[in-house]
């Protein structure tokens, strides 16, 4: 197996995690931090900005995961896959967390 299949996985589930609060914030109306807010990850940036910036992630992480030749039966893929998922989600609640206690 190629390590640059790992690495796909990997970040394939960075991304992929990272496009659901966005575009669900998106979605419900409300406004919720990005890249592109002042400053940026602090600052709240509008539903729209959330929707298309979860969509790119949603886009960029699926064209990762498809690269990554995750299968069935490739185990360890699945594995590096969900430490991205997780990662991100932790680093997500710590990060979302600190935010509402300002």
Do not use: D
């Not at 496009?19 to 592109?36: D, M, Y």
């Amino acid at each position: 197996m190629f390590w640059q299949f790992y690495l796909c996985a990997f970040f394939s589930g960075l991304f992929l995690t990272n496009a659901i609060p966005h575009f669900v914030q998106g979605i419900c109306g409300n406004k919720f931090p990005t890249p592109f807010a002042k400053p940026p990850g602090r600052g709240l940036s509008s539903p729209t900005v959330n929707v298309l910036w979860g969509l790119l992630n949603a886009i960029i992480g699926t064209i990762l995961f498809a690269h990554s030749a995750i299968k069935a039966e490739t185990t360890w893929l699945w594995a590096t896959f969900f430490v991205g998922v997780a990662l991100m989600g932790i680093m997500g609640s710590i990060g979302f967390s600190k935010r509402h206690k300002e």
